[in-house]
Structure formats: C-alpha cells, structure tokens
C-alpha cells in the first residue's frame, strides 16, 4: 500500500483545486501529472486505475494519486457523481518535525470535516492573490491531517458499556425526529439518572450534547449544500424552535447560520 509522508513543517505547493459534479456522460481522463491529486467523493462512486492499480473510491472515501504515475477512469461517469479534488506539490527542504503519513485509499473519521476544508480551501483560492498561496497550501495540509485521521474515540467496551452504545446506536438514528434525553431512557426502559451518567462515562458528553452535535452537524450540511431555507433546515434536523436552532449553531460555529452559509456559496463546479 502505498503512504504519503512527510514532516512538519514542510513546504506545499497549492494547485488546482474544485467540484467535480458528473454530468452523466464522459470518462476521467488518461493522463499523467506531476503532482499529487487528493479527491474526496461526496456521492456515488469513482473508478480509477492508477498504474494497474484498481481503485472504487465510494461515497465519503478518500483518493491520493501520486505524481508521474498514470492514471485513468475505468468507466464512464454515472449521474449523481460528485467528488472534490485538489492538486499540490511537496518541496522537500531539510526534513525536520512530526512525520505525518497519509495512506492513499482512506475512509476519514470525520467526513462532514472534510467537506468544509474543501470548501474554505476553494472559497481562499478564489479570494486570495496568486502570489500569496500560503493559505491555500495550510488548507491542503489540514485536509492530509483529517484524511489521515482514525476513529480512536470508541467507547469503553466493559459491560456497563453496551446499554451507553444502545442509547448512542438510538440517538443516531433518531436525532432529527425532536428527540431528548428523556425520550432516549424511555425507549431503552432505564432510569434516566442512570443512563446518563453510563453515556458520560462512555462518551464524554451528555446525551443532549449528543443530540445537538449530530442535529447540527447535519444542519451546516444542509446550509452548505442544499436551498433549504433555515427555518426549513432547523426542522428537518428535529429543532421545534428555529430562534433555539440559531442559538445552538452560532455558539458551535462562531457565526450565524446565515452567514455560514453565505461563507460555502461558491460551489466552484466543473465538469470537465
């Protein structure tokens, strides 16, 4: 298997970068490049061959081609493809600091993450100066650092730890339907004391932390990626209160959900 690795610092250079929407027809092209190409799918799957190397890179996987290696499509573009993608290259100065390495076929922890790099990184390449690619080339490498990032958050698996994942397992299918911590003892028939302090000592955070973390990272979704409005958003992520969904997602993401979304507008598609 092939890794990426390098130290920090390290020099990296920005290139092209944007989101490939799949029209329905059409192949990805044969060729070969001198730069590594980081794609991220973010529906339906791409099929790649790289040097013999067969790859199906499905929904929320991640892709590192290699510089001088021959890549191409192996099937036409299907309808309802869509996958970001980023070019860069490494320098390679005296290599001093942490060693970071990237495996090239990935499935990162945090998808929902990824997405919004890809969006800060092609919304600073529009923006900023060509001759100032500093912050491009850091966008790059918060991308490497969350693609190479493992879940090692999994909850203790002694035997008090099986009613906490079933409250989780419950919260994660159920958050967006208006759910509450009462409703999640209720439905696994416990005291509710009990359980919260069970889940606490599994995750780290209460149950209704819980709850709004997944309602509202379905939400910045949402803003980022359809034309739902707001209030539309809020109550499809289970809040009854629109002024109590602005609240919550202003003190998790420093700004409000307008001016969040005005922040992902440019969807920077290309076709070809």
């Known amino acids: 298997m092939h890794v990426l690795q390098w130290h920090l610092p390290h020099i990296l250079q920005?290139?092209?970068a944007g989101l490939f929407k799949s029209p329905g027809y059409g192949i990805h092209p044969d060729r070969t490049i001198d730069s590594y190409e980081l794609i991220f799918v973010?529906?339906?799957?791409?099929?790649?061959?790289?040097e013999g190397r067969i790859f199906r890179?499905?929904?929320g996987e991640s892709l590192?081609?290699?510089?001088?290696?021959?890549?191409r499509g192996l099937n036409e573009y299907l309808s309802g493809l869509a996958f970001y993608w980023a070019h860069f290259k490494l320098d390679n100065p005296q290599l001093t600091g942490r060693e970071i390495t990237v495996e090239q076929h990935t499935r990162p922890q945090r998808p929902e993450r990824i997405l919004e790099l890809y969006h800060r990184l092609l919304d600073e390449k529009e923006?900023?100066?060509?001759?100032?690619p500093e912050a491009a080339?850091?966008?790059?490498?918060?991308?490497?650092?969350?693609?190479?990032r493992r879940d090692v958050t999994l909850p203790n698996a002694n035997s008090t730890s099986a009613l906490a994942d079933k409250a989780d397992h419950y919260i994660t299918m159920r958050f967006d339907q208006g759910i509450h911590a009462g409703d999640v003892a209720d439905a696994l028939s416990c005291n509710r004391?009990?359980?919260?302090?069970?889940?606490?000592a599994a995750y780290g955070c209460t149950i209704s932390q819980?709850?709004?973390?997944?309602?509202?990272?379905k939400a910045a979704q949402l803003l980022r990626e359809s034309i739902l409005g707001i209030e539309e958003i809020a109550t499809e992520c289970g809040f009854n209160e629109v002024r109590y969904f602005r609240k919550l997602f202003a003190e998790q993401q420093g700004i409000s959900a307008r001016d969040y979304r005005k922040l992902h507008t440019r969807m920077h598609i290309n076709r070809a």
Do not use: C, F
């Open 14 to 16: 920005p290139g092209n």
């Open 42 to 50: 973010r529906s339906g799957t791409l099929e790649l061959e790289e």
């Open 57 to 59: 890179i499905h929904k």
């Open 64 to 71: 590192l081609l290699w510089p001088g290696k021959r890549h």
């Open 127 to 132: 923006m900023a100066s060509p001759d100032q």
């Open 137 to 148: 080339s850091m966008w790059i490498v918060m991308l490497l650092l969350e693609t190479q």
């Open 193 to 200: 004391d009990y359980l919260a302090r069970l889940y606490r």
């Open 210 to 217: 819980s709850i709004h973390r997944r309602q509202l990272k």
